[in-house]
């Protein structure tokens, strides 16, 4: 009956009329947006008014959240949603946003059992059991308002979000079986490769950090997909052809992709 509720619930949002305030927002500071269809960008206001709607937005750090914080965040966030069942992040509560970057009190091993405390500087996070995502404001902006340089606070912190969805950071979002096989086919040797590029020193268009594990290459290639999907399209055909049957979309055909003239 809860689920049930639910779904109308979502479903009643989705079809409201979005305020026309949020419109403008989008199209001045998500650049995604304009690369949409029609129909794409109404659905995609329709997953905004429901992430909106059930998360709770928290300004930090001193910071006074608006209306804009809000709307371009969760447009971000719901480029991940298009075409797809999604369950909209249903480990998260809640998403808390800095100005800026933030620093984290944290622990390292200095090893014999010594650990030291120090305090992190981080853009964004997210994890198991945590039911937050934290984002910092100006890099979440610049993310949304530069659609073509492979990197994405919002798209990556939310791609976590959704490899939570099965209760496990292991870069492997559930999955239906056929869909499981060739994940476990390309994205691990990709993983692989590069950490051997990272290990000698080699560029390679997928973002380095990505070779911290799995769960961080699943998060970078998230950014890379819809970021700059020709030139992955181009360079990791397997890849690509993966993560488009993962999110039912096709950015390297959306009109004005021109990441394939960048190295």
């Known amino acids: 009956m809860l689920d049930f509720l639910k779904r109308r619930r979502r479903a009643r949002l989705r079809e409201s009329p979005s305020p026309d305030e949020w419109r403008r927002i989008i199209e001045d500071n998500v650049a995604m947006f304009g690369r949409l269809s029609a129909a794409d960008q109404e659905e995609l206001l329709g997953h905004a008014q429901v992430l909106i709607a059930e998360k709770h937005f928290e ?22 949603l298009l075409h797809r069942n999604a369950d909209y992040f249903p480990q998260l509560t809640s998403i808390l946003v800095y100005p800026s970057t933030y620093l984290v009190p944290t622990e390292r091993s200095l090893g014999a059992y010594v650990l030291q405390e120090h305090e992190e500087a981080r853009l964004g996070h997210t994890g198991m059991n945590l039911g937050v995502v934290v984002l910092a404001w100006d890099d979440a902006l610049r993310g949304a308002r530069i659609a073509d340089d492979g990197e994405n606070l919002v798209l990556h912190e939310f791609a976590h979000q959704l490899d939570l969805d099965d209760h496990a950071a292991d870069g492997t979002p559930p999955l239906d079986g056929q869909l499981y096989r060739s994940w476990s086919r390309v994205l691990t040797p990709e993983f692989d490769a590069l950490r051997r590029a990272r290990a000698s020193g080699t560029p390679t268009l997928i973002d380095q950090y990505g070779a911290t594990n799995p769960a961080e290459f699943f998060a970078v290639v998230t950014e890379l997909f819809f970021e700059r999907p020709g030139a992955l399209r181009d360079a990791h055909a397997a890849l690509y052809d993966v993560l488009r049957s993962y999110y039912v979309q096709d950015p390297a055909a959306w009109p004005g992709d021109g990441s394939r003239s960048r190295t």
């Open 59 to 80: 300004g930090c750090g001193g910071l006074e959240l608006t209306d804009e914080m809000r709307v371009t965040i969760a447009a971000q966030a719901s480029v991940l």
